[in-house]
């Protein structure tokens, strides 16, 4: 009797043991165990290095007009009372802000024991990454076209949905997949494809086997699965890792101080590239600065001056409808944002809780911002600050 209870007590403890450890493998899990992405979410993830060279660059620092940005005025849209740009990055809980004006950088804080050195999870502002390696990969592979269907690279694919040799990379850089994809609304939710591709180990799984709602071109939506499958057909295109290709032809290219890391999932060990690319605030501005030369840092080209023109040129602006509903009115172009407003020029990269990295052509200006808290309830100040240095540089002349 003690003998076949004891079967069945140990029976059970190792069903009950394999359960547990089924369930914690399990996407659905990971979602309900970890919740809202958190921006120290680098430490969550498997990740892979993005090194650095061992020549960094600096930016000329100059502290001149420190004391008067901390004094410039905001317009708080709810209350409707201005607040100075300290007030401002204390309400959204800002763990770094960078300003570069003219190449020289003239202002810089950290916060909450947050430094120069400080990695901090961008969260999509990785999709305009992934889009600027899509320009160093399709300048580095010329045969290679923007309208070719993307089962041309991943063949694996043409058994799936028949969507799928329709979509094109230039879709998937215009938000037009038309693949279904489900967001968080409300409890109900928790397992709706936002989360669980955000928390997959294998996006690639995940993705192929998808349903379209809408043909491929025909509808934009903003969703994680057209960052993805760029940089799955630009992992088959440049036949190597999306984190070695990016070190190689941009990161040890413009003088980085610092390594970066980027997410991937453990099965396929593909890039997060809609979410997860971590980096110091410095080492970002120096992709505005990128952004801000053209392409080219000092003299080297990195990027197609083609691409920067086609992806965030004045032009390529122009006429477009805003596609959220703010003061700004805001739209999107291949993975960056814009404001619809005069004056037209001016973009940024826009991730969860207050990531951002602004560029200011016109005004030579870039500022970098991250965050704990989204800026959805405040000014999106940026081009408000830019243009109150210009105007403060003008004056003193």
Known sequence: M?????LHWSGLFVCITTTIFLLSCSTQFRVVRYKHPNIDDYKLFVKDTIRKENVAYHFPVSRNLANYIDTIKLNHPVSGKQITLTEYLTQTETKAFLIIQNDTL???????????????CTFSVSKSITSMIAGAALGTYPNVQINDPITTFIPELRKKHPYFQ????????E?????????FQNWTDVFCDNNMIYYTKDQKKYIASS????????????KSYDPILVAWVLE????????DFFSEA?????????DAYWSVDERSGLIKASSSFHCTAIDLAKIGLLYLKGGKYQETEIIPASWIEYTVGVEMFRGKKPVIDTWWRPSQNFFWWFSTLEPIGDYYADGYKGQFLYINPNLKTIIVKFSDVGDELHDMPFRKISEALAARATNQK
């Open 211 to 222: 349903n379209f709602k809408y043909q491929p071109g025909e509808k934009r939506q903003y």
């Open 236 to 243: 088959n295109i440049t036949h190597k890792k999306i984190s």
């Open 175 to 183: 938000m037009k997949s038309g693949l279904s994809y489900s967001t």
């Open 106 to 120: 003239v202002y810089e804080r950290y916060f909450d024991g947050y430094s120069k050195s400080s990695i901090h």
């Open 2 to 6: 003690l003998k076949s209870q004891y």
């Open 166 to 173: 329709k979509l094109t990379l230039k879709d998937l850089l």
């Open 250 to 258: 941009i990161w040890k290219k413009i003088g980085t101080e610092y």
